[in-house]
Structures are given as C-alpha cells and as structure tokens.
C-alpha cells in the first residue's frame, strides 16, 4: 500500500562504474536543481491548488503585457465552449427524452429528436470553431509569452556587474533559469486547457445536478483515482529527473566531447574516442534502469488507478440502475446522464493532469522570477557623474580587491597611476593579479577597499557606461565574433557605422591586411567555422583582427581614454609580436594612456614605467633601467627570459623594439 500511497522520495541513483572511473562519483557541479527537492516532494494535490491562483496571474500578466487582445479572445472562446459543452449536454438530453420518454410512433419520436440532433450538431460546429480560434490566438500568446521571458533574461544576464557572473551561486542561477521562458510558454498552453476543463466541469457538473443530485459526488469518485494516478506518475517522473540529472548531464558531456572540434585530434590520436565510448555506453545503461523502473512503476499505478475509476463507475451505474427502477430516475435521463459522467470524468482527469504540469512547470518560471529579482540587485547602475572629457590621468590608491569565492585578496592595497600620453606595462607571476587590475582600470569591477580616481573623481560617482566608453580592451582571450571580418572589427565600436573602407587603416595598423587578402570575400567573408562557407583563421590571424578592433575603438574617440592591452601577442610568431608591441605602444598618444600586461619581457622594455606584482601587491616599480639597476624580481625574470632567447641565438629582447614615445605622436598624427 505505502508503494502507491506513500510519499514519493528521492532515491538516491546507482552510480555506473564508469561514472565512478571517469568523473570520481556523480557528477554534481549544478546543485541548482535540487533547490526543486523540497517543491518536488510537496507535489501534493493540496500545495498544487494552493499555489494555483499565484501562477496563473504570473502568466496572465506576461500574456497581457504580450498581447492583451490575444487574451481576450482565448478567454471568450473558453468560456463559449464551456457554454457549448452545457448546451450539447441538454440537447442531447432533449433527444433522449424523445427517443425514449416520447410517446406515438416510432417515425412520431423520430421526428420528434429532429430538433434536438440539430440543436447537438450546431452546437457541435460553434465549439469547434471556437476551439480553433482559441488555438490560434494561444498560439500568438506562446511565442510572445516566451520571447518576452527570454528577452527578460538575457537583458538581465547582460547588464549584471562582472562581479556576478564571477560569483558560482549567481551563475548556478542563470543556467537554471534558461529554462523558464520556455516554462512560460508551456504553461500558457497549460492554462488554456485548465481553464477550458475548469468551465466545462462546471457545465457538466451543473447539468448533472440538474438531472440527479446524486450524480455530482459520484462523478468525483470515478475522476478522483485517475486525478491521482496522474499525480502520482508526475511525481515520480519529477523526481526520477532532478535524482538523474547529473547523470544525464555527465552522458550529454562525453557525447559532446566525441563530437567536439576542440578535442578532435586527441580523440583520434590518442583513442580517447573509443574509451569515451564504451563508458558511455555502460552510463547509459544504468540510465536506461532507471527508463524501465519508471515504466513498470507508471503501469502498476495507472492500473491501480483505472481499477479504482472502474469500481467507481461500477457503483455510479448501479446507484442509477437502482435510481431507474425505483422510479426516481427516468430512461431519458440515466442515458444524458451516462454521457455527462464519461465526459465530466474524463475531463477532471485532463484538469488535474494540467494542473499538475502548471504546477511542474511554474518550479522554472520561479527561478527565472527569482533570477531577475537578483540581477535587479546586482545591475551596474544607470546614471552617475559625467566623465570629463579630459582626465590627464587615472589613479589608483591603495586598492583591495578579493573574489567572492577567494579568502586571500588578488589584488592588495595596490597604488598606481596611469597619465595620458603615457605606455605602463604591469609583470608578475601567473596569478599575482595582473588581469584583475585591468578589471579594476577598466570599471568591470569596482574597488572593495581604496579608490579608483578617472581623474578627479572617484569611479563609485561617475556613469559607468561613459567610463565603458573610455576604455579599449584587448585581451589575449579577446571575442571571435562568428560575423564577417568587416563586423568583427567594427564590433570596437559598433555605434559607429563603418563602410569597408573606413576599416581599411584598422586593417593595416594591425598588419591584418595579408589576412584578409586570403579571404575569398575580402571583409566580407564570415569567420565562422560552424557556418557552411565560412573560414576559420589562425590563432595569430586572430589575434591581428583583435589589434584591428582595437585601432577601430581608438579611432573612433578623441576624449582621453585607456587602452588595456592584456598578452595580447600570445598567439604571433616573434616577428608579428615584435611588430604587435611596436604599434600597440604607438597608441599611446596624448589623449590616451597604454596599460600593458604580458610576460614577454622584450615587450615591456620600452614602457614608461613598469610595475612589479607580486601574490596581489606591488612589489617593485620603476622603468627598465631603474628595476634592472635594483636587481630584484624584475631583473631576474628579465635575465631569464633573455638568457632563453641569448641559448637560440635569435630575437634577443635588446634593441629590437623603438622606443614608443619617440614614435607615438608621429603614428597618431
Ligand atoms: N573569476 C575569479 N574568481 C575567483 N578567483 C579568481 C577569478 N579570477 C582570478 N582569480 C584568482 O585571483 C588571483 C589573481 O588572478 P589574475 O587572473 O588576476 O592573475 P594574473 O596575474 O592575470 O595571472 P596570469 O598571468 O596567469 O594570467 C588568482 O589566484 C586567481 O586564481
């Protein structure tokens, strides 16, 4: 008994080995779902009606907003049908009474239904026909109600500080809440059928009442074991997904591994390919368990179900049988009302089946709501302090900055300043926090202790998006637009419009212009691999597009702005980079100040002035001649470094770079 009316728990799902090998246990890196356990085992048919009204306006709303005439009509053509259905019933009524209650002939009776057969038939065209309006406008709805969610997220998802999409618990809930829009759309469908079977129980239910009070409560009694059968299968469905979810996801992961380009060549080189998928196929078969027991598990209940139903209806027709031959009941009507029951009790079943998935579905459209309440929390502000055109220069003091998830600081109370005009270069160790400075200059993240001043004044007070105009970034994981070449360099500033010969000097300073040569669309060709006809570059022709963007972006200003420019070279063969430092620092101009981060020491030689970093603080600082004169960590890694290109014999880092501040006024002109 507990089997079918016990709570439905969570089991926990029996690992395959290959699991185990592979990942070490069960893969859990999105805990987010299981935020749905409590709901999941709550799935009761009281918590479902509880929370009944409160979803309904949530998509209501989002259905007005969307099309409030849309609505209008799925309502009016509800109710119309719920109307029909109650009309259809006493027609029908109406012919039983003539086909049995009547009296005269039998062509006399025949006659007789003639109205009532019509009456039922014309019923019939009105409902269909409304029927398909109601389709038709849900249909509108849908689409609508699912962009308008989608378009909600990804604004949401877009305008939130760097910080949040850093933090692990934020980005859990951006992934869930990817599936809410398409929630939304379900449950409208959802809802029109609920409200549908809501209005047509009622019609029935009245009809019913009319014909034999006793009728209504036994129409529950069939309904009820479906209703819960139902239930109960949704349940454990429910369940079974969120307990296997990082099993399906850990299945979806080494399929996608086996289909990656990334990993194309070690799945081939080193037979990973049919490693991957004998464990794969063993996964699958503790998936495909978990598929049988659900099955089996859904037919016992159904069955269970059914039978109840059927002794229900059992007892239904023998209270009638003994209703008509006590007299309290005529023919006609026990016929009306054997119809009635079987369409009443099939549509109670449907309602508390829609109920149910309105219910299963609204867990989504709550973490998308719960998803936009949070990035309302943690939106960069609108609004501010303007930037002055002319800052002279950018300054930070005593800055302190540790991610969320971090104990230690990755920057620690660290002082520097950047004038315009000038080219700073920023060295250090792997992660002694250089790109985090660069986050901080730019304004993608904000200062926890200490200030960041854009000229006068604190970055806290000015508008933000106007500090995002002042800044160019080129980073060494930069974005590969899949768009046209032309696209990918107008994307510095895309505001600006540009015809292709206005991105012709971009193409040039960068070196870019070989690059496009080999296009066979010259800036029009799409650098997309995953797109039929597209072209794939290099990972150093890229890295020329990159340096083209960021001209664009330069070009495109005049008011003092910062060039951030993090290993960017990374990718270029020593001759390219070479060349890549030479105009990078050519940038630099009077409005403009370079802040330059890379580990290729040759690069950083020339600059101005050079920072030190080191476990987030600053450990040295000064221009090359000053730092190499301390002998301290600047030194050493430059001895290294040059000692390494010195045992090649090629590409020493002396001499081989001009200095920039002779040539920077002479490129920018
Ligand atoms: N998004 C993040 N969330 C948490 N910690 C981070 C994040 N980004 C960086 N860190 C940590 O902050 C510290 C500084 O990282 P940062 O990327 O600034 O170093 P880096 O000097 O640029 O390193 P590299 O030379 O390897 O690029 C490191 O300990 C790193 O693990």
Redesign the pocket.
């Known amino acids: 008994m507990k089997r079918f009316f016990g709570r439905v728990r969570m089991a926990e799902p029996k690992i395959s080995d290959a699991e185990r090998e592979l990942f070490g246990g069960p893969l859990r890196y999105d805990r987010g779902w299981s935020q749905h356990e409590h709901a999941t085992l709550d799935l009761t048919m009281r918590s479902a009606l509880r929370s009944m009204p409160s979803l309904i306006g949530v998509t209501l709303r989002m259905a007005w907003h969307a099309d409030r005439r849309a609505l209008i009509a799925v309502a009016i053509s509800e109710v119309g049908q719920g109307i029909a259905a109650a009309v259809g019933l006493l027609a029908v009524n109406a012919v039983m009474h003539a086909l049995l209650g009547g009296t005269g002939t039998a062509t006399e009776r025949l006659h007789a239904l003639l109205p009532g057969l019509f009456a039922a038939a014309a019923v019939a065209v009105v409902n269909s026909a409304l029927a398909a309006w109601s389709t038709s406008r849900a249909g509108r709805l849908e689409p609508l109600v699912e962009r308008i969610a989608t378009t909600q997220y990804l604004a949401a998802a877009a305008s939130v500080e760097l910080e949040a999409i850093?933090d692990p618990d934020f980005r859990r809930l951006i992934d869930i809440a990817q599936y809410g829009p398409a929630s939304a759309r379900r449950m409208i469908g959802a809802c029109v059928a609920a409200l549908n079977g809501v209005i047509s129980l009622i019609t029935t239910a009245s009809v019913l009442t009319v014909l034999h009070p006793a009728l209504l409560p036994m129409l529950i009694l069939i309904a009820a074991p479906r209703g819960w059968g139902a239930m109960r299968v949704a349940q454990e469905r429910y369940v079974s997904r969120i307990g296997w979810i990082e099993h399906v996801r850990a299945s979806r992961l080494i399929g996608n591994l086996l289909t990656e380009r990334t990993a194309a060549q070690e799945v081939r080189i080193h037979a990973v390919g049919a490693f991957l998928l004998g464990r794969y196929r063993r996964m699958a078969e503790s998936a495909e368990s978990e598929q049988e027991r659900l099955a089996t598990s859904k037919a016992l209940t159904e069955w269970v179900a059914a039978a109840l139903s059927g002794l229900a209806m059992a007892a239904t027709y023998g209270t009638m049988f003994w209703l008509i031959t006590h007299g309290h009941m005529s023919l006609a009507v026990a016929g009306t009302a054997v119809i009635a029951v079987r369409t009443g009790s099939a549509g109670l079943g449907a309602l508390v089946m829609n109920v149910n998935q309105l219910h299963e579905e609204s867990l989504y459209v709550r973490d998308h709501g719960r998803f936009l309440t949070q990035a309302a929390e943690r939106v960069i502000p609108e609004g501010g302090a303007p930037v002055p055109e002319r800052i002279e220069q950018v300054v930070l003091d005593r800055v302190t900055y540790r991610?969320p998830?971090?104990d230690t600081p990755?920057l620690n109370e660290v002082t520097l300043s950047l004038p315009m005009g000038s080219v700073t270069a920023v060295v250090?160790?792997?992660?002694?926090?250089?790109?985090?400075?660069m986050k901080l200059l730019s304004g993608l993240l904000l200062p926890q202790e200490g200030t960041l001043r854009w000229g006068g004044a604190d970055i806290e007070d000015l508008d933000r998006s106007q500090v995002f105009d002042r800044v160019c970034l080129l980073t060494q994981d930069f974005q590969r637009w899949p768009v046209t070449a032309a696209m990918n360099i107008r994307l510095g500033r895309p505001a600006h419009s540009a015809a292709p010969h206005d991105l012709q000097p971009s193409v040039e300073y960068a070196g870019a212009g070989p690059v496009i040569a080999k296009l066979p669309d010259g800036l029009q060709s799409l650098l997309a691999r995953m797109f039929r006809g597209a072209i794939e570059l290099s990972g150093g022709e890229w890295q020329k597009m990159g340096l083209a963007r960021t001209h664009w972006r330069s070009a495109t200003s005049r008011a003092d702005s910062v060039l951030i420019v993090d290993?960017p070279t990374s990718a270029l063969d020593p001759e390219a980079e070479i060349e890549a430092f030479d105009r990078i620092r050519g940038l630099a101009a009077p409005h403009r100040a370079v802040i330059l981060?890379t580990?290729r020491m040759s690069g950083v030689r020339h600059a101005d002035r050079i920072y030190v970093?080191h476990h987030?603080r600053l450990a040295e600082q000064g221009s090359h001649d000053e730092l190499m004169a301390a002998g301290g960590r600047y030194a050493a890694m430059f001895t290294a470094q040059a000692a390494q290109y010195a045992q090649y014999g090629q590409y020493a880092p002396t001499g081989s770079i001009p200095n920039p501040a002779a040539r920077s006024s002479e490129r920018q002109g």
């Open positions: 850093d991610y998830d971090r990755a250090g160790e792997n992660g002694s926090g250089k790109s985090t400075l290993e981060v580990h970093l987030g």
